[in-house]
C-alpha cells in the first residue's frame, strides 16, 4: 500500500504530463504512440494510479519537447 506522500507524488506527477501534453496540444493517444508506449499506461500515469519508472519519465519529457525535471514535483 502507498503511503500518502507517495500518492500525493504520482498525482502531481500525472498532472504535469497532462498540462505538459495538452499545451502541446497532443491527444493521450498521440503522445503514446510518438513514445512507443500503450495509451492505457499513460492514462494510468495521467491519473496518478501508477509509479512511472526512470526510462518512463525520459520517454515522456522526450515525447513532450521538455526537460524531465519539469514533470517532476517540486516538493516531496
Known sequence: ???RREENILKEFGQRVKAARKAKKLSLRKLALNIDMD????NRLEKG?????L???LALA???G???VTLLPEKY
Open 1 to 3: 500500500m502507498e503511503s
Open 39 to 42: 495509451w492505457s499506461f499513460l
Open 49 to 53: 494510479t501508477t509509479n512511472p519508472s
Open 55 to 57: 526510462t518512463t519519465i
Open 62 to 64: 522526450e515525447g513532450l
Open 66 to 68: 521538455i526537460a524531465p
